[in-house]
């Protein structure tokens, strides 16, 4: 059986923990980062848990991330 491809641009823009759990930064963390203030901008280097859609498609597209 070939190896699976691991979808790069996915596997720069998402973490998935030990346990199993799919982690996605906040959107929109460059945009106008001049205007935010340093609280708001220390929010976006937060990682959240993802959908359990999103989650499901990360899986299938990282095959070797677990």
């Known amino acids: 059986m070939p190896k699976l491809k691991t979808h ?5 823009r998402l973490k998935i ?5 799919v982690l996605r930064p906040k959107g929109w963390g460059n ?12 929010l976006y280097d937060k990682f959240f848990e993802a959908p359990p859609s999103v ?7 990282m095959p070797y991330a677990m």
């Open 31 to 42: 945009k106008k980062r001049l205007a935010k203030s340093a609280r708001t901008k220390r």
């Open 17 to 21: 923990t030990g346990t199993g759990k």
């Open 55 to 61: 989650a499901r498609l990360a899986k299938r597209l």
């Open 8 to 12: 790069k641009a996915l596997s720069k």
